[in-house]
């Protein structure tokens, strides 16, 4: 023992003896795993040395991250994002694929109803907001079109927020729907132009991120989910290149595939045009 430290070979037998007691794990993915996190967490206490009332902090914390998910906030999702953790594991799972669009997180506004409308439909359900055309193609790796694939869109209003965020404020689906692209992939909506926002600030996560001077900032964007047979599902953003907080997004989701541009239309200055186009891996795409 020096300074009272636990000698190495001490140190090094505890994570030995946790890994003698998984060699009965039935489920031998998870007890790598499990044993991989155990090994690094064992890592960063030898490095760190954290006083018993630090480590008391941040179980303290993590209790916390607990007490506030619920139905209506996920505030262990919202770690997973800001840290990098979330895109991360989009950015290994889509690896090798070539031309395809880049996925990112579905986020925690996301709803699977989101009703059927038809081609040319507006989203926008108060008529609050600057209007904004959108035109999209649908293609496979090689630039052919994929017919009939199925496009869910769903954004915040002007203000930066979704409508299962404010449920007395705006109406039911406000500012989200399920398209079908048509034979040669194309599709069409109207909706209005989407604000930026800021992540909560009032969770312990948000405390955190204050306290390390971090921003909590996303830049305007608009989420997709696109399916079709044969196909990967694309979920994915596309952000607005001009938002001021595009360099700093605090879920680390932008990517130079994924900036749009919100131009103007000519004849109606007060009205907003984007185009983007999505390439689909095959399922059996490495």
């Not at 999209?136 to 927020?161: K, M």
């Not at 009032?202 to 001077?213: S, T």
Request: with cysteine; proline share 8%.
């Amino acid at each position: 023992m020096v300074d009272g430290a636990p000698a190495a070979e001490s140190q090094d037998a505890l994570l030995e003896a946790f890994a003698e007691r998984l060699g009965a794990a039935r489920e031998e993915r998870l007890a790598q795993g499990v044993l991989a996190l155990v090994g690094r967490l064992h890592d960063l206490i030898r490095d760190l040395r954290p006083t018993p009332d630090e480590f008391s902090a941040v179980l303290g914390f993590l209790t916390d991250v607990g007490h506030n998910t619920d139905a209506r906030r996920q505030e262990w999702v919202l770690l997973a994002d800001v840290l990098g953790v979330s895109t991360l594991v989009e950015d290994l799972s889509q690896s090798a694929r070539g031309r395809a669009t880049p996925s990112t997180i579905a986020g925690p506004f996301y709803r699977p109803d989101a009703p059927d409308l038809p081609d040319g439909a507006d989203l926008c359900r108060d008529g609050r907001g600057q209007p904004l055309d959108i035109a999209g193609q649908i293609s496979d790796l090689s630039g052919a079109p994929i017919p009939q694939a199925v496009v869910e869109i769903w954004h915040a209003n002007a203000q930066g927020c979704y409508e299962n965020q404010q449920p007395d404020l705006q109406p039911e689906f406000n500012l989200r729907g399920r398209f079908r692209a048509d034979a040669s992939g194309r599709f069409s909506c109207r909706t209005i132009r989407p604000g930026g926002y800021m992540l909560p600030k009032d969770g312990p996560v948000g405390i955190l991120f204050q306290r390390l001077g971090l921003g909590l900032e996303r830049p305007a964007h608009i989420h997709f989910r696109v399916a079709a047979p044969g196909f990967r599902t694309l979920v994915t953003h596309v952000f607005d290149r001009d938002d001021p907080a595009i360099g700093r997004d605090a879920l680390f989701a932008v990517k130079p595939e994924l900036l749009g541009e919100f131009r103007p239309v000519s004849d109606h200055p007060e009205r907003f045009a984007l185009a983007v186009r999505f390439f689909l891996a095959p399922e059996t795409h490495p």
